[in-house]
């Protein structure tokens, strides 16, 4: 078993109508876009596809946009902006499930100051003492160089109690800057196999991919047989795209460039591609290097 290899976008353009777009290590390293990604986008544009972009960032969705305009990405070049934060940020307004519905009112926000805008608009109390907490709201370290264990003490007194998790970020890692660096969801994760109850948002799961596909009607393209995502984790962007049945692309330049191989000078391998997806139960349409034209 082998997994197709693309030069370029150029090679299945024609195939699809809409491209449902991861952000981090696909078409930005946390601080620049990647070098071909501007003029991908702009001619994916200028064919009229519609371009719907799906992060897991745990943030609001306009504040997703505002960043890509910081990192270089304009707003014309895509159509719509979704996020985990946004998914989060929504069930926590409307508590609309029986498990949001249940979350008291003091919550213990694990995050940096910048993400504390995660928490306007809603009516919560935030509290600095798990003794005093209805509930974990996970956004993801402090800064880059924290690991799992930093964040343990806290999570096992959340256990001690029973304490519900809302995970705002399910990815475990992220690449930045060439470092990889713990997520929210590698915190949920470890709460989760200690037995705590976590309500997970993004990428792999399906709520997410469902306010995506009502944008795409909204632009025309009701087929979800034309509509394929570009992702760079096995994990949440190829299983889940396989989870709600679109086709998918793998972008070798991120999370899994080491266990790929990637390098400037060695091709990809589509032998060692398939085994990687096989060993996660994901296997995506196709592959390429860099997300580009």
């Known amino acids: ?151 343990t003490p806290v999570l096992d007194a959340g256990l001690a109690r029973g304490l519900p998790m809302v995970c705002a970020n399910a990815d475990l890692v992220v690449v930045h800057q060439g470092r990889r660096s713990i997520c929210a969801g590698a915190m949920a994760e470890y709460y989760e196999r200690q037995g705590g109850a976590v309500r997970w948002h993004g990428k792999p799961y399906r709520s997410v991919y469902d306010f995506c596909f009502a944008r795409f009607a909204e632009f025309g393209v009701t087929d979800r047989r034309r509509i394929v995502a570009f992702g760079d984790s096995f994990r949440t962007d190829i299983a889940g795209a396989a989870g709600v049945g679109i086709a998918s692309v793998l972008t070798a330049s991120g999370i899994h460039a080491d266990e790929i191989g990637l390098t400037h000078a060695t091709p990809l391998d589509p032998h060692r591609i398939a085994t990687l997806a096989a060993a996660s139960d994901a296997l995506p349409t196709a592959a390429m290097g860099e997300f580009c034209w």
């Open 1 to 151: 078993m082998s997994v197709h290899i693309l030069h370029g976008i150029r090679e299945i353009a024609a195939d699809y109508d809409g491209f449902l777009l991861d952000l981090w290590g696909v078409l930005h390293d946390g601080s620049q876009p990647f070098p071909e990604v501007l003029d991908a986008l702009r001619r994916l544009k200028a064919a009229d596809k519609k371009l719907v972009i799906l992060s897991n960032a745990p943030r609001r969705a306009t504040m997703v946009a505002e960043r890509l305009v910081e990192i270089g990405i304009p707003m014309n070049l895509y159509d719509a902006v979704h996020s985990s934060g946004e998914e989060a940020w929504l069930h926590l307004k409307h508590r609309d499930d029986p498990f949001f519905r249940a979350l008291g009112r003091h919550c213990y926000f694990i995050g940096p100051r910048r993400d504390d805008p995660l928490l306007q608009g809603l009516d919560y109390q935030r509290v600095a003492d798990v003794a005093q907490a209805d509930f974990f709201l996970a956004v993801g370290p402090d800064n880059w160089e924290e690991d799992l264990s930093a964040f």
